[in-house]
């Protein structure tokens, strides 16, 4: 059977007031350098005869989309459970201020998604129970093709972790960078990681 190969593309970089915080459900746009990120990676994904494409419906991950939209024919596919993950009291707290007044480091977020302890927060599990649906479907509908989806780090990191059988907590090991480019191909009895956090616009912005 032929794989199914997944593009998964990650927004570009957010307005500068979100940057560095914990923007989640916040519906944010592109900063002038994200939409110029987004432009390079259409530019570089040209080459690509995508049969499928599908988005987050939040603002980022639509502006980031659009220029590679307006390169295929076919309508981009909304899924609104790709949004991105929910920090609860966190949100719209800078990453210095959640250390200051929670006392957890940055590098500890999905360790404490994951345990539960933000409060009003999205778990890892329930992040994982909702946009594995959308993996299903994507799977289901473009099976043996070539399909790219256009959402959020803690997302790509979401697919990531069910298409490898991993705990979310584990993909803290992978760097997932504004306007990034990770590809899988995925078989039923077999899944390989054929490019991870490429960012094609950093040598060119």
Same mark, same amino acid.
């Given at each position: 059977?032929?794989?199914?190969r997944l593009y998964l593309l990650r927004h570009g970089?957010?307005?500068?007031?979100?940057?560095?915080?914990?923007?989640?459900?916040?519906?944010?746009?592109?900063?002038?350098?994200?939409?110029?990120?987004?432009?390079?990676?259409?530019?570089f994904l040209e080459r690509v005869a995508f049969d499928?494409?599908?988005?987050?419906?939040?603002?980022?991950?639509?502006?980031?989309?659009?220029?590679?939209?307006?390169?295929?024919?076919?309508?981009?596919v909304i899924l609104p459970d790709l949004r991105e993950?929910?920090?609860?009291?966190?949100?719209?707290?800078?990453?210095?201020?959640?250390?200051?007044?929670?006392?957890?480091?940055?590098?500890?977020?999905?360790?404490?998604?994951?345990?539960?302890?933000?409060?009003?927060?999205?778990?890892?599990?329930?992040?994982?129970?909702?946009?594995?649906?959308?993996?299903?479907?994507?799977?289901? *509908?473009?099976?043996?093709?070539?399909?790219? @989806? %256009?959402? +959020?780090?803690?997302?790509?990191?979401? /697919?990531?972790? =069910?298409?490898?059988?991993?705990?979310?907590?584990?993909?803290?090991?992978? *760097?997932?960078?504004?306007?990034?480019?990770? @590809? %899988?191909? +995925?078989?039923?009895?077999?899944?390989? /990681?054929?490019? =991870?956090?490429?960012?094609?616009?950093?040598?060119?912005?």
């Open positions: 059977m032929n794989s199914t970089e957010v307005e500068a007031r979100y940057q560095r915080v914990f923007g989640g459900r916040i519906d944010m746009e592109l900063s002038p350098h994200g939409h110029a990120q987004a432009a390079a990676l259409a530019k499928a494409i599908y988005a987050s419906p939040m603002k980022r991950a639509q502006q980031t989309l659009a220029p590679l939209a307006g390169q295929y024919l076919r309508k981009p993950m929910d920090f609860g009291v966190w949100t719209g707290l800078k990453w210095s201020e959640v250390q200051e007044r929670h006392d957890v480091s940055v590098h500890q977020w999905l360790e404490q998604l994951d345990k539960g302890t933000v409060p009003e927060a999205e778990s890892t599990a329930e992040t994982r129970a909702r946009v594995e649906p959308c993996l299903q479907r994507i799977l289901t *509908e473009s099976q043996g093709k070539t399909v790219a @989806v %256009v959402c +959020h780090g803690g997302i790509v990191r979401t /697919l990531l972790a =069910l298409l490898l059988d991993l705990p979310i907590v584990k993909t803290a090991a992978f *760097e997932i960078d504004y306007a990034s480019l990770t @590809v %899988v191909d +995925h078989r039923p009895n077999k899944v390989d /990681l054929q490019l =991870l956090n490429f960012t094609p616009w950093r040598d060119h912005l």
